[in-house]
């Protein structure tokens, strides 16, 4: 009876420190890549590539064409990241690291340089060099690479930190990456104050801000958010040269500024009159204002705002009301919660007292 074959191995550092010397090496490379915005030249192997990732497969072909192949042009991937991925896909492993590691990684306006500067805002946003492990998920995703995929993941939930959460929270908003999206939004909760603060959270779309803005977790004031999405929406309309209350239309409704004082509020409308950020819709007098909020909320609003306060929500000519600041300012003048709304009128977690607040938990009659 003949004996079964036995399978044996031999030492794995040595094939793995082998393979690693072939990554970027010219040295009997039969195809190149020209990547990210620097067009830096990469050398690979195209049946190492092909065997082990259906996309460059399908990209590389079967068959070499004649004389020298064209370079492949990437530029999309940075070369950091793509170096990254040639090492796991040559060696199955690889080295990720928060940041990047290349000297082009340079803080925006230069080495030391503040960045960017939020214009209402007296604090600098600084830049930090790129995410290199964001960039490295980013590449699994688009090649395909599950187990790369899967290996950033992890390694991005150990590491987490106030720099690195609201760009994986984008990252996760953008592939559609649900678990991610729970633990950075569980984290910016926890860390709100120092979240809001950071170059991550102003570059932030609109569809990542959104989970954020309807969270009852968040450790920060009202009015520290509202100033924070000013912020946000500023960066925004300087990027894509929009209005800012076009940029902010899709979050502000979030905005809870029922649980502003009466004092902060007003303060909100004359800035909002200088530079627009809550939508605003057409309204007719004082008076409609208040039969729309039923019989007595004139006196009630009297009583807590005092004479002229609601003057001061119309403008002069044809009165522009901003709906949403309206909304707040009946909560103040019926003394009660919206029940129909409730977000508008709930609590966060880091929400400071005001004296109005005992009376949000009571519902409309």
């Avoid at 991005?156 to 559609?176: I, R």
């Avoid at 902060?264 to 007719?284: F, K």
């Amino acid at each position: 009876m003949e004996i079964p074959g036995l399978v044996v191995h031999g030492e794995s550092a040595p094939f793995s420190t082998a393979l690693r010397s072939l990554i970027n090496n010219p040295l009997y490379s039969d195809v190149r890549f020209v990547v990210g915005q620097e067009r830096q030249e990469v050398f690979a192997h195209r049946c190492l590539l092909a065997c082990r990732c259906n996309f460059f497969q399908r990209l590389l072909g079967p068959e070499l064409g004649p004389g020298l192949p064209s370079p492949v042009v990437l530029s999309t991937v940075p070369a950091e990241a793509f170096l990254a991925v040639l090492e796991f896909l040559y060696t199955n492993s690889v080295k990720l690291h928060r940041h990047s590691v290349s000297p082009s990684g340079r803080r925006l306006g230069g080495e030391g340089g503040d960045g960017l500067r939020d214009k209402g805002n007296s604090l600098p946003f600084r830049q930090p060099p790129p995410l290199q492990v964001l960039e490295v998920l980013t590449a699994a995703l688009e090649y395909g690479l599950e187990e790369l995929r899967e290996l950033c993941l992890e390694f991005v939930v150990k590491v987490l930190d106030v720099e690195l959460v609201c760009e994986a929270l984008q990252v996760a908003v953008t592939f559609g990456l649900g678990l991610l999206q729970e633990r950075c939004i569980a984290f910016i909760e926890a860390h709100s104050q120092e979240a809001l603060r950071t170059r991550g959270f102003l570059e932030l779309s609109a569809p990542a801000l959104l989970p954020l803005l309807r969270s009852d977790k968040l450790c920060v004031d009202e009015a520290e958010l509202v100033l924070a999405a000013r912020s946000w929406a500023r960066v925004g309309a300087a990027v894509l040269e929009r209005p800012v209350a076009e940029v902010a239309a899709p979050v502000v409704q979030e905005l809870r500024l029922a649980l502003l004082a009466p004092a902060e509020l007003s303060a909100l409308e004359e800035q909002n009159r200088q530079e627009p950020l809550i939508p605003v819709r057409t309204r007719g007098t004082d008076s409609d204002l208040l039969s729309s909020v039923g019989n007595g909320a004139g006196d009630a609003a009297q009583g807590l705002w005092g004479e002229g306060a609601l003057r001061d929500t119309t403008m002069t000519g044809l009165p522009l009301q901003v709906e949403q600041i309206v909304e707040a300012w009946k909560c103040h003048a019926l003394r009660r919660g919206d029940a129909a709304r409730g977000a508008r009128c709930r609590r966060r977690r880091g929400t400071l007292p005001r004296e109005h607040h005992r009376f949000l938990d009571l519902p409309f009659k």
